[in-house]
């Protein structure tokens, strides 16, 4: 089991970029596949993009790509999210959440992940 705490979020402009922490702690982080999720404002939660315990594959929903990247840096016990090109409709509570050994589709299924951060709020403004 790895703790996970997210930073990074904030207020921007449309057009604008953020880049989003989440730390873990734990020897089992360089071992874990991790994922970003988002709830907007009423709305239920959605997967964002994740990341392979291998660090070899990555994933996003049609909705991000190409607009944001993940990233992880074992050394750091850390995963990025960058994300670029904001929309207003970004605006939510991004969510990290990891899986030991969690690799393949299984990434995009919040149910598969057993650790969650508190999230951080991210504000998109037109």
């Known amino acids: 089991q790895v703790q996970l705490a997210e930073s990074g979020g904030g207020l921007v402009q449309a057009g604008g970029s953020l880049r989003l922490s989440c730390v873990a702690s734990?020897?089992?982080?360089?071992?874990?596949?991790i994922a970003w999720f988002r709830q907007g404002p009423g709305k239920t939660r959605e997967f964002v993009a994740a990341?392979?315990?291998?660090?070899?594959?990555?994933y996003y929903a049609d909705s991000v790509k190409g607009r944001f990247t993940i990233s992880r840096d074992n050394a750091k016990n850390t995963v990025y999210l960058q994300m670029n090109s904001l929309k207003p409709e970004d605006t939510a509570v991004y969510y990290c959440?990891?899986?030991?050994?969690?690799?393949?589709?299984?990434?995009?299924?919040?149910?598969?992940?057993?650790?969650w951060g508190q999230g951080t709020q991210v504000t998109v403004s037109s």
């Open positions: 734990g020897p089992a982080f360089s071992r874990s596949g």
């Open positions: 990341v392979s315990w291998t660090g070899g594959s990555t």
């Open positions: 959440a990891a899986k030991f050994m969690g690799t393949g589709e299984y990434l995009r299924d919040q149910s598969y992940f057993g650790s």
